[in-house]
């Protein structure tokens, strides 16, 4: 199962169900498309799904794709899947700023996440090996690497808030 999700920001992410639409694949969709106004007709459609439910899904799916909201992607991460991460964009008024796609590169970089700059190149990245590949993070460095993240982007010079 490919269970797709976008999160619960008010902005639709129809970018990206439009490239689930024209996935061509036997696999079953999932889609959790909350404010999105693309219903994929490859897919099963839920608008929302209760934190538990959300979660249940992703530990069930063979493939998690996901906008690039923190906290949906380290919730794949800590249940061993490596996220598709395909960013909310500001120009596209997807999202408040390109958070997403900063976060999603660096994560990219580091090999934590499979980064999908453009909802586009989502086909390929389902077809490559590695979204099949059960992911399990050393702990303590994705911490740091994360906490070195937040604390630049929030203008900390590293110091530790404690």
């Known amino acids: 199962m490919i269970f797709v999700t976008v999160g619960t920001d008010r902005a639709p992410f129809d970018r990206?169900?439009?490239?689930?639409?024209?996935?061509?694949?036997?696999?079953?969709i999932v889609v959790?498309?909350?404010?999105?106004t693309v219903r994929p007709a490859n897919a099963t459609?839920?608008?929302?799904?209760?934190?538990?439910?959300?979660?249940?899904?992703?530990?069930?799916?063979d493939t998690v794709v996901t906008h690039g909201g923190v906290?949906?992607?380290?919730?794949?991460?800590?249940?061993?899947?490596?996220?598709?991460?395909?960013?909310?964009l500001h120009r596209f008024r997807e999202a408040v700023d390109d958070h997403q796609q900063e976060f999603g590169r660096r994560f990219g970089a580091d090999g934590h996440?499979?980064?999908?700059?453009?909802?586009?190149g989502l086909a390929a990245a389902l077809g490559t090996a590695e979204t099949a590949v059960t992911y399990m993070a050393p702990p303590d460095p994705l911490a740091n690497d994360l906490r070195s993240y937040i604390d630049s982007l929030i203008g900390r010079n590293g110091g530790s808030p404690h």
């Open 16 to 28: 990206l169900l439009q490239a689930v639409e024209q996935l061509d694949t036997e696999d079953e």
């Open 32 to 36: 959790q498309h909350g404010a999105s």
């Open 45 to 61: 459609c839920v608008d929302f799904l209760p934190f538990d439910e959300w979660v249940d899904h992703i530990r069930r799916a």
């Open 71 to 88: 906290g949906s992607i380290m919730v794949a991460l800590m249940n061993g899947k490596r996220p598709i991460v395909v960013p909310r």
């Open 113 to 120: 996440v499979i980064y999908v700059e453009d909802p586009a």
